[in-house]
C-alpha cells in the first residue's frame, strides 16, 4: 500500500447499489457534480497499514471509530489535511463520536438548494439534535481545526461529498486501500 496522507485528512469513497446512488442524483441535483464520491470519513490514526489505521466516519447508527481495513479493496480520493492542522482535526472528530445520524440533514440540503422557506428550520432542528452526516462530519472537525474548506458562515450541514471531492487537487488519483 502507498503511504498514507496524514492524519486528518478526508477520504472520499464510492457507494455502492440504490443509496450510493441516490446520493450521487441528490449531489448532482445539489450542484456538487456527478462524480461518484458519497461517503466522507477522517484519517484519524495514519498507520503503516490499512489493518493499523483508525478513521472516524458518521453512518446510519451514528458516529464512530473505524477500522481503514473495512475500505480494503476499495479506493479512496484523499483530501489531504495540512500538518498544521492534523492535531486539532483528531481532537475535532472526537467530539463528534456517538453522535446520531439522521436523514433530515439530507431534507435541509435539499430546501436550502431549493431556497425554500422551511430551510432554515430544518437547519435549526439539525443543530439542536445534534446529529451529523458524513460530509458535515468532516466540515465541521475542518471548522474546528481552523482549516479553512469553505467560506466562512457557510453551514457544514449543507456540504456533501462531492462538495469535497472538488476540494481535491488537480490530478490526484484515488487510493486503492489493500
Not at 88 to 97: E, G, L, R, S
Not at 144 to 157: I, S
Amino acid at each position: 500500500m502507498s503511504t498514507l496522507p496524514p492524519a486528518g485528512s478526508i477520504g472520499l469513497v464510492k457507494v455502492e447499489g440504490v443509496v450510493g446512488e441516490a446520493i450521487r442524483v441528490g449531489q448532482w441535483f445539489d450542484g456538487d457534480g456527478f462524480e461518484d464520491y458519497e461517503h466522507a470519513f477522517m484519517l484519524y490514526q495514519r498507520g503503516s497499514q490499512a489493518a493499523l489505521s483508525t478513521v472516524v466516519e458518521a453512518e446510519p447508527g451514528g458516529t464512530r471509530f473505524a477500522g481503514l481495513e473495512e475500505y480494503r479493496g476499495r479506493k479512496v480520493l484523499w483530501l489531504p489535511c495540512p500538518e498544521q492542522y492534523t492535531t486539532a482535526m483528531m481532537m475535532a472528530a472526537v467530539t463528534y463520536v456517538g453522535l446520531p445520524y439522521s436523514f433530515t440533514d439530507y431534507a435541509a440540503i435539499a430546501a436550502h438548494h431549493l431556497h425554500l422557506p422551511v430551510a432554515r428550520l430544518l437547519e435549526a432542528v439539525v443543530e439542536h439534535s445534534h446529529h451529523v452526516i458524513c460530509s458535515q462530519l468532516a466540515t465541521a472537525c475542518a471548522d474546528k481545526a481552523g482549516w479553512p474548506l469553505f467560506p466562512p458562515g457557510e453551514w457544514p450541514g449543507y456540504v456533501t461529498p462531492g462538495a469535497l471531492a472538488k476540494l481535491v487537487p488537480a490530478g490526484t488519483e484515488p487510493q486503492l486501500i489493500e
